[in-house]
């Protein structure tokens, strides 16, 4: 049996970002993932971008956590050549009521302290995107893309190089509270059952997150920690518009998504994307006969846009806390004691923002991690 301080369960970006984080504390840590690899779940399907933090509700760990993680992930991106871009966005409005809802927005913002955010005008979209059709826009100058892959194999191998034991091809199946310890029971690739005992317990496994909850007793309904599958479809955009738009460019949002956005690649091309569907199954398959309903949002503020432009590309699930109907819930991201869990740090509902926070949310886990002393 193995015995070690830390076992982090998920090598998204965030239990990627906590292990290179706390691997600076000189503890003995073993990252578990179920896959082959790091970042096969959310946090390579996804939008890839780098959120200002407007949308978020005053207060919220979302707010502040999205803020000060967009500052820490351009400062780390541009100090370890991490492929990123600056782009800007644009949340356009066409009719009175998309305006004021920007409005609200860009109001929200100024109280997140999200730095640069301007109203502007019909002439102004005109002249920095003179492709699309906008009557008004919030901008937000600090908004841009990344390259999620790079990002994730940079915590890898700075993990690694500290000392951090990565084990791929482990799948945690069960937990149990010792007196002072837990054991974790690990499926590895050839079926075979390990057990490691561990001080700490970081569970960052993304759409099971509450399912590790389970597994240590936690009723997930009491506690709201059921998560709920809300899956996003992208559809590419043909190359020869590559480079028509250089902001990403946002439609207002709905409750439970951004709405259907362009998706700016590094390279200049782009998808559409993504619509929210609640689902009950993970199958990241695209269903071609959504076509339609994209082509018709998106030609409101791409005139340019033909049907034939549009093919079925990629697609992700988000890990929602709320139910469909449900008003939006903030990320849960705690020590568990008072569930008598003392040490086990679980991470619940980390949905959007996170690829942008996931450094700010790993100096929150550290500094929980600290005061579990
Ligand atoms: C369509 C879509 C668009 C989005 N766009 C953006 C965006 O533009 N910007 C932004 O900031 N955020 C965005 N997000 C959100 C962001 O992608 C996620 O919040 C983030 O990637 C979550 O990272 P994670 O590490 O928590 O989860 P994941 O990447 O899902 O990682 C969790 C890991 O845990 C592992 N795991 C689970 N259970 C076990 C187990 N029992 N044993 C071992 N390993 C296990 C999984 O295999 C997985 O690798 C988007 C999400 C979606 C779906």
């Not at 707010?63 to 492929?83: E, F, Q, T, W």
């Not at 005008?121 to 002249?127: A, S």
């Not at 936690?218 to 028509?244: A, C, L, M, P, T």
């Not at 020590?335 to 996170?354: C, H, Q, R, T």
Request: with cysteine; net charge neutral; aromatic share 8%.
């Amino acid at each position: 049996m193995n015995r070690t301080e830390i076992v982090i369960i998920g090598a998204g970006s965030v239990g990627l970002a906590i292990a290179r984080r706390l691997s600076t504390t000189g503890k003995k840590i073993v990252l578990l993932e179920r896959h082959n690899t790091f970042g096969q779940d959310t946090s390579t399907r996804n939008s890839e971008v780098i959120h200002g933090g407007m949308y978020y509700p005053t207060g919220s760990l979302k707010a502040r956590l999205c803020v000060d993680g967009n500052r820490m992930l351009y400062k780390l991106c541009s100090v370890h050549n991490i492929p990123h871009r600056k782009t800007g966005k644009l949340i356009i409005a066409n009719t009175e009521d998309e305006r004021q809802n920007i409005e609200e927005i860009y109001h929200q913002g100024k109280i997140n302290q999200v730095p640069h955010l301007r109203m502007i005008e019909e002439q102004e979209i005109k002249r920095l995107e003179p492709n699309i059709r906008a009557k008004w826009a919030l901008l937000s100058p600090e908004s841009g893309i990344l390259d999620a892959t790079e990002l994730m194999r940079y915590f890898e191998q700075e993990a690694l190089r500290n000392g951090v034991t990565i084990r791929y091809d482990h799948e945690v199946i069960g937990l149990e509270k010792l007196k002072d310890s837990y054991k974790v029971m690990v499926r590895r690739d050839n079926g075979k059952i390990e057990e490691i005992i561990t001080d700490v317990v970081i569970n960052a496994a993304g759409l099971y997150a509450d399912q590790i909850s389970a597994m240590l007793g936690i009723d997930i309904g009491k506690n709201q920690y059921r998560i709920y599958w809300v899956k996003g479809e992208y559809f590419d955009v043909n190359e020869h518009h590559s480079g028509k738009m250089s902001h990403l460019i946002y439609p207002t949002p709905t409750p439970v998504s951004l709405g259907i956005h362009v998706r700016l690649w590094l390279d200049g091309s782009y998808a559409l994307g993504p619509n929210a569907l609640y689902v009950d199954e993970i199958n990241y398959d695209v269903d071609p006969t959504h076509l339609d309903n994209f082509f018709s949002d998106a030609k409101e503020y791409l005139p340019f846009l033909e049907k034939s432009d549009l093919t079925p590309g990629v697609a992700g699930i988000r890990a929602k806390l709320q139910a469909k109907g449900e008003p939006a819930r903030d990320f849960v991201i705690r020590n568990e004691y008072d569930k008598g869990l003392p040490g086990f740090i679980n991470l619940v509902g980390i949905d959007s923002p996170a690829l942008t926070a996931c450094v700010a949310i790993a100096e929150e886990v550290a500094r929980i991690y600290k005061k579990t002393g």
